[in-house]
């Protein structure tokens, strides 16, 4: 009920101190943590150290604290460097994300002092996520403050112009990453988001999926829903998920141990795939399995001087059912050429399709019916002034208008 009335659902405190998130920048040479101190640490690594392989050339001296003019308010939930690598991205409990920007060395070779204080991060600019006029509206008649949700994870575009956060409320907002001003407030999902991904190289497009099972592609430009996935039906939570390398196809897991795979294309030779792919290594009994104490390596208990792994490999190990029976050919051919599956492999009768995509048309639904939803806070105060008695409650339900077709059918009939 917490995740379709839109409250902020609670988490256990983590310990004080606690890292939260951390990242590195892209040519590795700067690595950054977020902690429940409310502080983000940086450190910089000597490139020349990076490079040589001597023994203990990667010294403790080697690396260096690069302090931070400022911090949060609350936890840090995530931290990113920009593609370019002069910015770094915070984003907090406390309502905010932050765009930081390391001082220049300048040409002249600075005093110890002055050069720590070049080195030092300094706050360029702060997101900030205001209220919309609903929010203010129920804060106004609850007699309390306003409510700050809080950002959950924030990443860059791939050009670096555009800040796409998840917010505590599952919406999603967008920034223009140079004036620090909010472009869009994104409405579809109904439960805290924790996949948001950036395209690998469109810089309009990313990706978003959370506990209520939808895989949403956004143009973040237009801050609207070009196609996403509905996987509710499935009572599943999706945890995890990823871009490929090739930007062409979306990867998300989900508590229940399955994965989901879409991307663009026909994706016939996918759609012959079997539902059940286990190896068949998993379904060794235990009693069969030994380990070393010394080591901790796993072995059949036959040939305990194998290692577990080197017993399978070679193509010994074969692709198998949820019960543990093997497949015939050739679909063992294919699992041992690492393979999907075969080109010419006829489907089965019985079939296990994945979330249906959503059109464009209802795409632009779903989020206009979001965009109607009156999210209430837990804690909000149901005591409201009387009103008329022909005045409906619109607070509590959300009315979608039928189509021009649907309304010819009905009049037909």
Not at 153 to 165: E, F, P, Y
Not at 245 to 272: N, Y
Not at 308 to 330: C, I, K, M, T
Request: aromatic share 6%.
């Amino acid at each position: 009920a917490a995740a379709l009335s839109g409250a902020a659902q609670s988490e256990p405190d983590a310990p004080e101190g606690a890292v939260m998130c951390t990242a590195w920048n892209a040519e590795g040479t700067m690595f950054a943590c977020g902690t429940t101190a409310c502080k983000t640490h940086v450190w910089s690594v000597e490139e020349a150290a990076l490079r040589s392989e001597a023994p203990g050339a990667l010294a403790p001296s080697a690396i260096r604290g690069a302090p931070m003019a400022g911090g949060h308010l609350h936890d840090v939930t995530s931290c990113a460097f920009s593609h370019s690598g002069a910015f770094l991205l915070t984003s907090s409990r406390d309502g905010q994300a932050k765009i930081w920007e390391r001082g220049s060395m300048g040409k002249k070779k600075p005093q110890k002092k002055s050069e720590k204080k070049d080195r030092a991060w300094r706050l360029r600019g702060v997101l900030s996520t205001p209220a919309d006029a609903e929010a203010l509206r129920r804060q106004a008649r609850a007699r309390r403050g306003p409510v700050v949700y809080a950002v959950e994870q924030a990443v860059w575009s791939r050009d670096d112009s555009v800040v796409v956060a998840a917010m505590s409320d599952f919406t999603l907002r967008a920034w223009d990453a140079q004036s620090c001003v909010l472009l869009h407030t994104m409405r579809l999902h109904t439960n805290k988001v924790h996949v948001l991904q950036c395209h690998p190289f469109d810089p309009r497009v990313c990706v978003s999926a959370g506990h209520d099972g939808r895989v949403a592609v956004w143009d973040v430009t237009r801050g609207r829903c070009v196609r996403h996935y509905d996987g509710g039906e499935f009572e599943t939570l999706v945890l995890d998920g990823s871009w490929s390398p090739c930007g062409s196809r979306i990867a998300v897991s989900d508590e229940k141990g399955q994965w989901c795979l879409f991307g663009t294309g026909c994706g016939g030779s996918l759609s012959r795939a079997k539902h059940e792919q286990f190896l068949e290594c998993e379904f060794v009994p235990e009693a069969e399995i030994a380990r070393d104490a010394a080591t901790g390596f796993l072995a059949l208990a036959a040939d305990p001087d194998t290692p577990f792994h080197a017993q399978f490999a070679n193509g010994r190990n074969r692709l198998v059912d949820s019960l543990g029976n093997p497949y015939g050919e050739p679909y063992q051919s294919a699992f041992r050429a690492r393979r999907l599956i075969a080109a010419n492999v006829p489907s089965s009768g019985v079939r296990f399709e994945p979330p249906a995509p959503v059109g464009d048309r209802a795409a632009e639904e779903a989020t206009a019916a979001a965009n109607r939803v009156t999210y209430r806070d837990d804690d909000e105060v149901l005591e409201e002034e009387p009103e008329s008695a022909g005045d409906d409650d619109d607070d509590e339900v959300v009315l979608v208008e039928s189509s021009d077709e649907e309304d010819a059918e009905e009049s037909d009939s």
